[in-house]
């Protein structure tokens, strides 16, 4: 079984950075595909990154650029790096784990509002 935390959200001017983090408890964490969803008010849940074991990183074409995923297996963590944040990434975003099953966080939320 797999639990994720995530902390790093918050409220941001557009032009402005987060990093969101990713706990992640398991004793095979290397072997899991890791990455973030987001989900804005009345939207789908949307794929933004995610990284294979191994070490494959896709990225959505509205984030690629200024988005950076990264993993640290000995940790157990994962990252997202955002920068030049702008209005339309205000989401919840949600860590997740994919090996056999499915595993999510309870969410972060980020606002990128002035």
């Known amino acids: 079984q797999v639990q994720l935390v995530e902390s790093g959200g918050g409220l941001v001017q557009p032009g402005g950075s987060l990093r969101l983090s990713c706990a992640a408890s398991?004793?095979?964490?290397?072997?899991?595909?890791m990455g973030w969803y987001r989900q804005a008010p009345g939207k789908q849940r949307e794929l933004v990154a995610a990284?294979?074991?191994?070490?494959?990183?896709i990225y959505a074409p509205a984030v690629k650029g200024r988005f950076t995923l990264s993993r640290d297996n000995a940790k157990k963590m994962v990252y997202l790096q955002m920068n030049s944040l702008k209005p339309e990434d205000t989401a919840v975003y949600y860590c997740?784990?994919?090996?056999?099953?499915?595993?999510w966080g309870q969410g972060t939320q980020v606002t990128v509002s002035s």
């Open positions: 990284a294979t074991s191994g070490g494959t990183t």
């Open positions: 997740y784990g994919d090996y056999s099953t499915t595993h």
């Open positions: 398991g004793s095979i964490f290397s072997l899991y595909t």
